[in-house]
């Protein structure tokens, strides 16, 4: 079992034991897409003895129904789904559930009022939007509730985040950071002490999870079989920079992947396409 960093040389060229990584924009370019090349090179994978993790703040339907694989031993099919709240593991009978965070009566209740003043909150700068879901230990909040972007494909982001700034400067409102801000504030008001808020740029969630719990989990449990983190590929398509605030994927960085191999990648008709390597 090793910690230690890749070897010189392309870090890519050697024997890795597992492969965490994004699914909307990583795997897939988004979720109607085709899946079956991903689903065949994942349980090939797993054949040869490899745990993969896929990391989604999405819920098990979604990636189980677009993916659809059914690995068989030696190896390990894991979901670390609805951000940080839920891990499944797949065999040849489907996903079942091995750990989730369950809130309280009080923290849902709690999770509902900050929600609920943070849209007032935005309203007093003449923004309108809507919570439009309520996931799993999380609240969602549509910032741009318009027609044209009710579903936005992963590689419309570039026009989405325009389009989302362009909305915000015009109410006073200086980018996502703020927004998040007052969502921060808000949940805190209510009594939320370690409120997870995050934003897909659409959307602006409050919840007491996030990928972070994702990244711990699973880099845990392959710490616990054995399998260090110079043993593992991350892969994602937000590790860096998104409007302002921290890409998705940076928070599967957690304290024990130090070691790991980081790939960003980028999409090319469903071929996941190194684009960098970064060092971690």
Known sequence: MTGAPAPPGNPLERRFDAFVFDWDGTAVPDREADASEVRALVERLC????????????????IDGQLRARPSPP????FALNRGSEVFEVDESGPRIVWRRDATPEEDSKLDRAAALTVRRLADFGLA?????????????DIIPTPEWVDAPKARIGEL???????????????????????????REV??????????????EI?????SHSGTWVFDDLWSRGVGPGLVVVAGDEFGNLGGLPGSDSFLLVDGSYGATVVTVALRSLRLVPSKILPW
């Open 47 to 62: 054949a040869t003895g490899a745990t993969v993790a896929i990391v989604s703040g999405t819920h098990v339907g979604n």
């Open 75 to 78: 190896g390990r099919l894991l």
């Open 129 to 141: 939007t809507a919570i439009v879901s309520e996931r799993l230990n999380r609240r969602k909040i």
């Open 161 to 187: 985040l325009d389009a989302v700034g362009e909305r915000l400067f015009a109410c006073g409102l200086q980018g996502l950071g703020q927004v998040v801000q007052i969502a921060v504030d808000a949940a």
């Open 191 to 204: 009594g939320l002490d370690d409120p997870r808020v995050t934003s897909d740029v659409k959307h602006v």
């Open 207 to 211: 919840g007491l999870t996030d990928k």
